[in-house]
């Protein structure tokens, strides 16, 4: 495990190319958060342009970038931060497998435009033979006992028995302050959307890196997973946070959103829960 305080691009230029075998991570969005300073937008370009060319620098080649964004807000008008960095990670060569859209029920609550809901992640991968582990992120099928009808399977299972394939759209709840992951972070983010990355695109004893480490939610993702932990960020008392979230972790203690847990839902009745839902 590597975790310290540091400047993010001398952090990365200490890692061997082609090292890493994930890098999953969420910069700032330029909206002037108490952990970053804002700046136009060209230079927040820049920027991020420098990070992804080292990102791409010490990913194996089988190995995956997800990065998750918002949008960029000026004046009321927004621009959505994955759209003008597609052309920054194709530049590297990098192949876009999906825009995984992370869809969640609170936030902050517009009056001129629709409230904002989603962010999205961006998963890039450097070559085609790339790290894809199914099994582990499957979802409980709609039907799981439908058989064919006919044909040649007539009577046979349709669907795979451990399940079927998540779709790329993700309803996981964010870390607002009755999440039992919550800090003093103001823009967390929540461990279970780490948990399906590190599991579908990583092998154990793999590096997870996160360049924008924030209070470590990445980083406890990977070792509670038999994953190595990278990160780094230039806010000190964050990262004090965040190897505090890991001892936690190895003393069973640390308090997680367990994965796969059914969304609350106040309109239904006696729990909130879909009905058939399995509750963790």
């Known amino acids: 495990m590597r975790i310290e305080p540091a400047d993010n691009l001398d952090f990365l230029a200490g890692i061997p190319s082609e090292s890493v075998q994930l890098v999953v991570t969420s910069p700032p969005y330029n909206l002037g958060k108490s952990y970053e300073q804002r700046s136009p937008i060209d230079t927040y370009i820049a920027t991020q342009a420098a990070i992804i060319e080292e990102a791409a620098r010490v990913l194996k080649p089988q190995g995956s970038i997800c990065w998750q964004v918002g949008n960029y807000v000026d004046n009321g008008s927004i621009v959505p931060l994955d759209v003008i960095l597609y052309d920054t990670f194709a ?125 470590g939610s990445t980083a406890v993702a990977a070792v509670k ?9 230039t806010n000190e008392e964050y990262v004090e946070i965040a190897l505090s979230r890991l001892e936690e972790l190895e003393a069973g203690t640390l308090k997680t959103r367990p994965m796969g847990k059914p969304v609350y839902d106040p309109n239904l009745p006696r729990g909130g829960h879909a009905v058939g839902a399995k509750v963790a």
């Open 225 to 233: 997973h038999g994953r190595v932990a990278y990160g780094c960020d």
């Open 91 to 215: 530049k590297q060569n990098l192949q876009l497998r999906n825009r995984i859209v992370w869809h969640f029920g609170h936030g902050l609550h517009c009056s001129r435009r629709l409230s904002g809901r989603y962010e999205t992640i961006n998963w890039w991968t450097k070559t085609d033979d790339y790290t894809w582990n199914l099994d582990p992120i499957r979802v409980p099928s709609k039907y799981p006992g439908k058989r064919h009808f006919k044909g040649p399977n007539a009577g046979e299972l349709s669907g795979n028995p451990k399940g079927k394939n998540p779709s790329d759209v993700w309803e996981i709840p964010n870390v607002k302050s009755n999440h039992p992951e919550k800090t003093i972070h103001p823009c967390q983010f929540p461990v279970e959307l780490v948990e399906r990355l590190v599991l579908s695109m990583s092998d154990p004893g793999d590096i997870v890196l996160d360049p924008y480490l924030g209070v």
